[in-house]
């Protein structure tokens, strides 16, 4: 009972101090606009539920390969947030709260830009994280009219402005978004996982093993490989879901990758797009 108490005790401490810093959001693929006004406010209309707490919103153009060399890039913008509320010489700490694209822009800029820790980035909570790149990207233009069915764009102006975002797709094609960086480079920082499993007929076919319509699960669980996975963080699995003569083997996320606690291996029953409205008050709360 003593050891009990004083885990518990432990915890409480643990989350009290997790929960105090903080916290800046990074938005996905914005599709058909661009969510620059967001930057360094306090709403944003991306994140549809009210957000609490000490926190502000990365601005960027979501229709954009986040690692361009332009001003409105999400790695940029992500910079400045962590500059003015993240330095480690300044006494600062921060956590991250990213979704679908937002987590390739996070992973890559804790990898690439924070190898020296001057950045005090505690953790960063990936919903649906595309970190590993998607395979429907990975179709080219097929993956436009299957985004379009996704998310319920018609054929109209908003459909020729997701046309003008195939910038942000090719940068998500998954041999693209596995080889810009080294993954396994978080440079102190936890990275927590929560997958979706909803989905959806149209994508079905290209995705492999469980996905949320956009995203599979070597990618929003940050496996180490591409394939087909049904649950988070460990399996043993074939190269390919036909190659029965081999041995499965075990495969396991990058390093620094995990679920989130309390977070179900199996992924949340919902699709990728209503994710970060509903599920951050859940998971990551400021």
Known sequence: MKKLAGLLLLSI???GSLFAEK?????????????EACQGQATCGYWKNPVTGDHVFVGYDGRRNPFESIASAGSVRLLQML???????????CRLVVDSMGGFTAAGTIAMYNRDRIYNILYSTHFVSAEGGSDIA???DTAIAILEFVFNLGNNQAAQGLIESRDAIDALVVSNARSLFDHNR???????????KGSIFIAEPFLPGKDDSLVAFHSSCGYRVAGGFSKCMGEKIRTCALCFWQKPTNITPWDGH????????????????PTHNDFPQFYARP
């Open 258 to 273: 995990r679920m989130y606690p309390g977070a179900p291996i199996e992924g949340v029953s919902t699709t990728h797009a």
């Open 186 to 196: 978080t440079n102190g920082t936890l990275i927590y996982h929560v997958a979706a």
């Open 13 to 15: 401490a643990f989350t």
């Open 138 to 140: 990975s179709l080219g």
């Open 83 to 93: 500059n003015q509320y993240c330095r480690n010489d300044q006494g600062q700490s």
């Open 23 to 35: 916290v800046i959001y990074v938005h996905g693929m914005s599709l058909t606009e661009s969510n």
